[in-house]
């Protein structure tokens, strides 16, 4: 008799386990769906914003484009300057994990330099999106997003790695001069019509971040 209560309470805590894996799965594809709806939205504001202003851009433009019921837009976003903002922040979250995707460096100055190195090569990646947000934003809104990201990165690569030199300066006086320059040279550098290789301006970096300002 107790063999088989035992029996039909493991049954029964099998049942409940399956339906809560059940219930969690269901939860993870509803999760995609909306992952994926929001980034097809993205997708085609950024594709119209090539060839239409953003003020001319209708939400119906958007779904057409996305191919996505007008409803569906509704319920992930509040309107188009809502949508905008989602595909800023997603900018700002893929250029932080590009920027942390290392995370243990032997001297301070071989992490800043392979910061520095990968905000290059991201922002030549993505040199069309940022083209766009500087057209659609005004120069200190980009601005402010690669500043602040790169801060965040830096900030977080500094908490990661410990050396036995101390700094010369205080941490967030090299964070703010490293990220500043980086966010200008940066963006001047994408901007221009006749810009150096990505080379030459990391020799520069390399020459501007001598060890002595920041290690004693």
């Known amino acids: 008799m107790l063999k088989c ?37 993205s997708k085609a504001l950024y594709e119209l914003l090539e060839t239409t202003p953003f003020e001319k851009i209708s939400v119906m433009d958007i779904c057409n484009k996305a191919m996505v019921h007008r409803a569906t837009f509704y319920n992930h976003f509040y309107d188009k300057e809502d949508l905008l903002e989602f595909s800023i922040d997603q900018v700002k979250e893929s250029l932080f994990k590009a920027t942390i995707e290392k995370e243990k460096y032997n001297s301070p100055k071989e992490m800043y330099m392979s910061l520095i190195s990968a905000v290059i090569d991201f922002v030549d990646a993505n040199k069309k999106q940022f083209l766009i947000m500087l057209n659609i934003n005004n120069y200190n809104s980009v601005t402010g997003l690669l500043l602040t990201t790169i801060k965040r990165s830096l900030r977080y690569l500094t908490s990661k790695n410990e050396y036995k030199e101390n700094y010369t300066l205080p941490v967030n006086v090299i964070i703010d001069f490293i990220s500043g320059g980086a966010t200008n040279l940066g963006l001047n550098w994408l901007r221009s019509s006749n810009p150096c290789s990505k080379e030459e301006l990391l020799s520069y970096f390399d020459i501007l971040l001598n060890d002595k300002i920041y290690i004693k």
């Open 5 to 41: 209560l035992i029996f039909d309470r493991l049954a029964k805590v099998s049942k409940k386990k399956e339906s809560v894996m059940a219930t969690e799965n269901i939860d993870d594809k509803e999760d995609l769906r909306v992952v994926r709806t929001r980034l097809l939205l």
